[in-house]
């Protein structure tokens, strides 16, 4: 319930009164003019914070429904539908939410454009559309307007009758998604820098969205691709499972519906090539390349590594003549830690730390490994 009242003089402000109807409670409370009890919240001179609460949607709806044959229990969490006005603290903060919106509706979004300030060049506001957006043959015409650049930097014209010839094969490659549909939130920065709702169309053209679609936009498919997702996804590879075989099993074993595809499982391991064939090629070679001019400066240093059956470096450990000694003094307890996986090929790193007399810890040894199984480990 809200009570307002006028203002009896000009320049005094507008006063409101919140009272919460299911809890019975005041949402304010405190002293204020002509009722002690209360506390009257100006509406006409209001702050940041308190235009965030008021306005940013902060909690999401929640429905449990039972299945009374299995005595199943499913929670979905609903998302509050976009207004104008929404305030959010920062631009992901809004990116975040319309897109979990957008999945909850079962449609794509793409980021389309932004502007940012001439000064210090920071984003103050942002276009986002339904993926659907744009003409069927967008893709077709933009491969058309590079081929043209080319063809006119060998000397050629790309050009029939002033226009950019389409490449109908490249066309009729796949079916576009494209249908000019409508759907778009902007939102941009006021003067207390918070990101504020200005634009906003929530219907879709040439195409209506079931929550069900959510399942063909490959960013939400891939949010259940978790580490561990990817550590059995590789193992089971290189045992020579095929794909398909080990996306069947994913699904009986997680129980998810919205799991990665057959086709995102392949793109991950052809990337998983990608990066051992570079580790191969160039950035293995230098590290044992820089391995040997260490043990050439000092006999104690100490390296080991296994190849694949390809040839390719599989795991390397490494030992420099500091820590040897160190291990001599201080080798009593050796915490061994291979949870960091922050390196390019995504390896696990692993090292081996002491601690000296004075509490202190020390690095005894450090390796990048492939599998994280018993035998790599020994």
């Given amino acids: 319930m809200e009570s307002d009242c006028d203002p009896g003089i000009m320049g005094e402000p507008v006063w409101s009164l919140a009272i ?45 429904e039972t299945i009374v044959s299995t005595n199943m229990v499913t929670m979905y969490s609903y998302v509050e539908s976009p207004r104008l006005g929404m305030v959010f603290k920062s631009f992901e ?28 060049k920071e984003r ?43 490449d109908m094969l490249q066309r009729a490659k796949r079916t576009s998604k494209k249908c000019l549909c409508g759907a778009m939130l902007y939102a941009g920065v006021d003067s207390d820098g918070l990101w504020v709702i200005r634009k906003l169309r929530k219907e879709h053209d040439n195409h209506a969205p079931i929550p069900s679609d959510a399942k063909l936009v ?19 590879y290189e045992e020579g499972v095929p794909v398909r075989q080990i996306h069947g099993c994913m699904g009986t074993e997680t129980g998810i519906d919205n799991l990665p595809s057959v086709k995102d499982l392949e793109h991950e391991v052809q990337k998983e090539k990608v990066k051992r064939l570079k580790m191969e090629g160039g950035d293995a070679a230098a590290m044992m390349a820089y391995f040997d001019r260490m043990q050439e400066d000092n006999q104690n240093f100490y390296q080991a590594h296994r190849l694949d059956e390809e040839g390719r470096l599989k795991d390397v450990l490494w030992v420099d003549a500091r820590s040897r000694v160190a291990f001599e ?5 050796v915490c061994f830690d291979a949870t960091y996986l922050t390196n390019e090929y995504e390896l696990p790193f692993a090292n081996f730390v002491g601690v000296n007399h004075h509490r202190q810890s020390i690095l005894l040894g450090c390796a990048l490994v492939s599998h994280e199984d018993s035998d790599t480990f020994r």
């Fill in 218 to 236: 490959k960013e939400y498919r891939m949010k259940n691709y978790t580490s561990n997702v990817r550590k059995k996804l590789l193992n089971f």
């Fill in 329 to 333: 003094d201080f080798g009593d307890v």
């Fill in 93 to 120: 903060d809004v990116e975040t939410y319309y897109k979990e919106y957008a999945e909850q509706k079962g449609f794509g979004v793409s980021r389309v454009s932004s502007n940012f300030s001439k000064k210090d």
């Fill in 20 to 64: 919460d109807v299911e809890e019975g409670q005041l949402l304010t409370s405190g002293v204020g003019t002509g009722l002690p009890s209360l506390n009257l919240v100006p509406l006409n001179v209001p702050n940041s914070a308190d235009r965030l609460a008021a306005m940013s949607p902060i909690k999401t709806i929640e429905t449990v």
């Fill in 124 to 166: 103050r506001g942002a276009t986002w559309r339904c993926e659907c957006y744009g003409p069927p043959d967008m893709r077709a015409k933009r491969e058309a307007k590079k081929r043209s650049k080319s063809m006119e930097a060998c000397g050629t014209g790309g050009l029939v009758n002033g226009e950019v010839g389409e």
